[in-house]
């Protein structure tokens, strides 16, 4: 009867524990949370991982539990030397080449989405941001519109970030859409992201930068592409 009261608070501790963690994969700026069709990629490959990785905590705790109440077996010296070889060959060389192929195997293609690829009969739109310290300056160069702090974009359409410094390393990070990029002087880095339906997201420089670094905030809206029309429209004069 005891057993089953402690298993019970376990269970409810545990699943407090979870529903405490899971409230962080939602929000305006949770990468857990995607909108669009990179950071859906990179949501997943981050759910693979985390399966992945408890998979080999849940046998490695297995293996230390056997290990710790098996009798000990007596082998000659031979044995013994034949048996830490299995062990170093296959726990030191086997194991971590197959996790890294398998891990590449996913990642590498998921890093191809967001660089700026030609496509198939549509052109993406462009959109150039300067990194300063500590703001984002947003131009639309077919429109001549210059925005602060502020990003806007059609859902559904891809768009290719062209970021580049005013002075320090930055990073480039919308959560919801896409993975980051680094902001680099004397460079242009281009990032393609993507949102899948209008909305509001939030954007976060990803490199420390100085003294405001955390007050680096973008906030990105997606607008249906007729509203981006009219928004480009109402602000071309300004
Ligand atoms: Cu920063």
Redesign the pocket.
């Known amino acids: 009867m005891k057993r089953l009261t402690v298993l019970h608070s376990f269970a409810s501790s545990a699943s407090i524990v979870t529903l405490f963690f899971l409230g962080g994969c939602s929000g305006p700026q949770s990468a857990l949370n995607p909108a669009g069709p990179s950071a859906l990629a990179i949501a997943n490959l981050w759910w693979g991982m985390f399966g992945f990785f408890a998979l080999v905590l849940v046998i490695v705790v297995a293996l230390w539990l056997y290990a710790m109440w098996r009798k000990p077996v007596s082998l000659t010296e031979t044995q013994a030397n034949r048996l830490h070889q299995r062990w170093i060959i296959g726990g030191g060389l086997i194991l971590p080449l197959m996790t890294i192929i398998v891990l590449l195997s996913f990642s590498i293609p998921m890093g191809y989405r967001m660089l700026p690829l030609p496509l198939d009969g549509q052109a993406p739109l462009r959109i150039d941001i300067t990194?300063h310290?500590?703001r984002w300056e947003v131009y639309y160069s077919d429109a001549d519109i210059k925005t602060k702090n502020e990003l806007h974009l059609p859902a559904g359409v891809p768009v290719d970030i062209h970021v580049r410094s005013a002075d320090v390393i930055?990073?480039f990070w919308v959560p919801r859409l896409a993975g980051k990029i680094d902001v680099i002087p004397g460079r242009t880095n281009i990032l393609r992201l993507e949102a899948d339906a209008p909305g509001r997201f939030r954007g976060q420089?990803?490199?420390?930068?100085?003294k405001w670094?955390?007050l680096?905030v973008l906030m990105v809206e997606a607008h249906t592409p007729e509203d981006f029309e009219a928004w480009l429209e109402e602000h071309k004069h300004d």
């Open positions: 990194a310290q500590w930055h990073s420089c990803a490199e420390f930068c100085g670094h955390a680096m």
